[in-house]
């Protein structure tokens, strides 16, 4: 391309930061090098000009250079102990490698002597394969015409669909993609209703139950002021009905008319982290019953490498939805200053982020459902996970029953034994070190004491379990360490590894088991 258009009369400017292209460079071809100086990005620019100057050849002769000298960066041998400087002296003097050889076979060339000579010969056959392989093919086919190659406006939705999927939003803002005119907002195509009274209320459960399925995101927020196993405490709950989402604030109101709902098993439960709203809603005195559809398992089956499963995620890899940029642009249309976020402001972006929420499982489920029909994973999903989740939340909520007071009395019992194997130690060592140092220990077992070297790394000896096991019998010491390591590991693991874990409310440890971390593959 560029030496069609370079004969065509164009001015034809190449940039690269490859100096190979120097051998392209004509009177209308220049060739642009950039490099970094103090800091700073600086250009320069070689013509056929400036190469005859600096190199004192012609641009095209610097293959015949780079086949005697070789590049080892590209892997082009060349010819073994010949440098850049001597490739230079010879083609600025033979022109060419074919004449150079021409010549040394004809027995002439005198001025190349001895061993630069037998370098020469021996490298015949190496200089005329790097010549080949450091020559640029100008003579490749290549159809487009010069007006192919003008820049184009993007294509821009294709572009916006990418950099949505793999979530570059800086530069989803720095090039301006989106149409706020085109884009579509959830919020403005879904009804929404608050405030509800009574009577709006019994009715909203009767069609639940009469469809024998909810959908819904029910919000909650930290609580660290109470002891409970999951510390937060309900907010809101965001039920959504077709186009409608009823938007219930408080939870007295959440209990009052819908804990019926919730522990009915007839009624399907469509939501997200189904596992946490159980413990949640137990901790209230709400049974949870139903387990029907959790959003990030479905997500997880779908795609078990990816890491995270969060709605926004889900909702930008299966929706093109992106929650957080319609939050932020309706914030921005409220507010002149970004940072002077009203306490107003802050309670509705929270509401929409909720309703939101609900409209994206609400989406998310028959399309993850069909995605997994066509994948034949729904019946693992069905009959597996989601019964799975139901044990796990049950299992998370029961916990298990710890004697706080016995466990305390036996880290007592512990630490007195510890400090019994500790001054056995020393006596037997005939000195006080620190016991839980390698580096401690190595010098008194194996230069103080003598005894026979296992295993040594460079940062000292090795006095890990496999050797103490080895030296059992040397020494009676041995036998100590492994008691006072056993009786250690017993006191940081069990004793004062669980104490904090210990619920003072239930005087149970509620593990917290993940559904969505394990990588799975299906042979093919």
Known sequence: MRQKHGKKGYDVTILSGDRDTFQLATDNITIRIPRTKMGKTEEDDYNKEKIIEQYGIEPKALIEVKGLMGDKSDNIPGVSGVGEKTALNIIRKYKTIKNLYKKLENGEAEEIKGKLREKLIDGKEQALLSKELGTINVKSPIDEKIEDLQRKEWDKEKVLEIFKKLRFNKYIDRFSLINEEKELNPLDEIEIKENLNDKELEKLIEQIKKNKKIIYYLDTKEDESEEDIIKRKICSLSIIKEKVVYYINGFEIIRKYFKDIFENKEIGKIGYKLKQDYIILKQNNIEFDGFEYDAEIAGYILDSIKNKYDIETLSVRYLNLEISRLIKKEENQEQLNLFDMTEETENKSEKEKNILYAYCINKLYPITIKYMEEQEQLKLFKTIEMPTSRVLAKMQYNGIYIDKEELIEYGRNLKLEIEEKTQ??????????????????????????????????????????????????????IDEILDYRQLMKLNSTYVEGMLPYINRKTNRIHSFFHQTVTATRKNK
């Not at 016991?435 to 077992?445: A, E, F, M, P, V």
């Open 424 to 477: 056995k130690i020393y006596k037997l060592c005939g000195q006080e070190f620190n016991i839980n140092s390698t580096k401690q220990l190595g010098k008194i077992l194996f230069e103080d004491l003598k005894l026979p070297v296992q295993k040594k790394k460079k940062s000292g000896y090795s006095t890990d379990v496999e050797v103490l096991e080895k030296l059992r019998g040397e020494h009676p010491v």
